[in-house]
């Protein structure tokens, strides 16, 4: 049995109906800690404590700081992209814990390794998501909850479909879930999907600044927009 969580109605109707009986749908918003926790509870009462949970909600938007108008983006990619993964796994934990099972799956990215020029609000993002995930998982040692923290490259959705600049190793969505599935499966801490970009990120995360800063000042950015 699987619950999916989702602020639009009408894709968890679709998902429920290709599945029938086999998925519980909450429409609610990660942002909204109440409604996650009732979600949580609804769902432990009628299946029990699940297996794994998965923390996905994640937006992007380009952001500059010199716009004052742009300070809500940075608000709300914040609260979606690391507050909601809080949010999502707080009410799991305890139990979790009671039964010494169970793992915690934090989506982040490989924009947080280093921050790109126009996504300050995303690059952080997942910065604060790797390094949260990375503390979660040291709490939890040795108490049987694995988490484990997974950084996709480009994925082809409509979050990347507005992207104005080359996009290697880009995976469509069967891939990528495809190759997360066996990351989850073998239980690893921590992964970088598709591979190919652990290798782009271990080099720009050793890039000098100097260097960085020369080869990113210039780059395309993302456009600005309202979430």
Not at 42 to 56: E, K, L, M, S, T
Not at 125 to 138: D, F, G, P, Q
């Amino acid at each position: 049995m699987v619950a999916a969580i989702a602020r639009r109605s009408d894709l968890l109707q679709s998902l429920a109906a290709e599945f029938p009986g086999q998925v519980f749908c909450y429409a609610l918003d990660v942002r909204d800690a109440v409604d996650v926790r009732c979600a949580a509870e609804d769902f432990i009462a009628r299946v029990g404590v699940p297996d794994v949970v998965i923390a996905n909600a994640g937006v992007s938007v380009g952001t500059l700081t010199e716009y004052v108008e742009d300070i809500d983006a940075f608000e709300q990619v914040m609260a979606i992209n690391v507050l909601g993964m809080v949010k999502t796994f707080q009410p799991f934990i305890a139990a979790m814990r009671k039964n010494r099972h169970g793992i915690l799956v934090g989506i982040a990215s490989v924009a947080g390794f280093r921050g790109l020029p126009g996504a300050g609000a995303y690059s952080s993002s997942k910065a604060a998501a790797i390094t949260y995930l990375e503390s979660l998982r040291v709490e939890l040692s040795g108490s049987g909850v694995d988490v484990i923290t997974l950084c996709p490259g480009y994925i082809k959705t409509a979050m990347t479909s507005i992207n104005p600049y080359p996009m290697p190793f880009i995976l469509n969505v069967e891939d990528a879930a495809a190759r997360m599935v066996r990351a989850i499966e073998r239980r690893v801490a921590y992964a970088v999907i598709p591979w190919q970009m652990s290798v782009a990120g271990a080099i720009l995360k050793v890039l000098p600044n100097s260097v960085y800063d020369r080869l990113f000042a210039h780059a395309p950015h993302k456009p600005r927009g309202l979430l």
